[in-house]
């Protein structure tokens, strides 16, 4: 199914992963939509994509400000989301607020950006949401994203089922090397990265574009819907 001319909006299309998705759609001659908080982000990732590429700035845990958005966008083909910021630490320590905070942005954010869109969505088209292999494979300090992503994974269930003929699907990033790892300081994130990549199989964490074209795959099969597509290098193996 070709994506040329189809319009696209990526829900955290400024940076990391959503960045690379939005170029990618793009390289497929999509008409892609970004959208996030950060007006200097959405500056900076429209010159990165270039002046054809539309950005709006949203806080998809805001459903007024969503219906607003959906509305000026109008009628368009995929969703994309990527937006989304977790929690991480020891169950006995994490503040539940904190772990609250994590589901109001990473489900909830995800859970009524989808329902904002549906009324916008072409029946043919598709909505993609984002997990993450903690979700399968948690280290020790990720129940939250564990819990989070597996949530996730079960609304695109639901969602596939009850959304049809739209289909709905998740991408499941491993390690990627994105800004969100910006604030660890330069050496504990080398070190960090290099231990990981030593463990999996495929020798290297990956790299935005490494995930952004599963979203792109999703959106082009019209066989697939109610799917998770792992990708992360092998991290569920090791
Ligand atoms: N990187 C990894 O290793 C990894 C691994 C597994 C899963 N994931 C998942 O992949 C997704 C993307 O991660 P990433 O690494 O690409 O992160 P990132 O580089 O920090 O990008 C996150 C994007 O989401 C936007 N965003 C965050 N909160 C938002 C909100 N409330 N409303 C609207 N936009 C919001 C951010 O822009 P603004 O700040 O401008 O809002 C930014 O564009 C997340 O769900 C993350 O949990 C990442």
Redesign the pocket.
């Known amino acids: 199914m070709s994506l040329k001319g189809k319009r696209v909006v990526v829900?955290?299309?400024?940076?990391?992963?959503?960045l690379a998705t939005a170029k990618a759609f793009a390289e497929e001659s999509a008409q892609v939509i970004i959208?996030?908080?950060?007006a200097s982000?959405l500056a900076d990732a429209k010159r990165t994509l270039g002046d054809q590429v539309e950005g709006y700035e949203?806080?998809?845990?805001d459903e007024g400000k969503l219906t607003e958005f959906f509305t000026k966008v109008g009628n368009f083909d995929h969703l994309v989301i990527?937006?989304?910021?977790?929690a991480m630490g020891p169950f006995s320590e994490l503040p539940v607020n904190a772990v609250k905070e994590a589901f109001d942005?990473?489900f909830w954010?995800q859970y009524v950006t989808a329902k904002a869109a549906v009324p916008y969505l072409n029946k043919a088209g598709s909505i993609t949401l984002?997990s993450?292999?903690y979700g399968i494979r948690p280290p020790k300090g990720a129940s939250t994203l564990a819990s989070i992503n597996s949530a996730i994974e079960g609304l695109v269930r639901g969602l596939a089922v009850d959304l049809a003929p739209i289909r709905v699907n998740v991408v499941s990033?491993?390690?990627?090397d994105?800004?969100?790892y910006a604030g660890m300081p330069d050496a504990q994130r080398d070190a960090m990265f290099d231990g990981i990549a030593g463990q999996l199989p495929v020798g290297r964490i990956a790299q935005?574009v490494d995930i952004g074209q599963s979203y792109v795959y999703l959106a082009k099969n019209g066989f697939t819907t109610g799917t998770s597509v792992l990708v992360d290098g092998g991290a569920h193996l090791v």
């Not at 959208?35 to 950060?38: D, I, K, L, M, T």
């Not at 990527?82 to 977790?86: E, L, M, Q, R, S």
């Open positions: 829900v955290g299309g400024t940076s990391g992963i959503g959208a996030s908080r950060s982000k949203l806080d998809f845990r990527t937006a989304g910021d977790g942005s990473k954010g984002t993450g292999v990033p491993g390690i990627v994105t800004p969100i935005p």
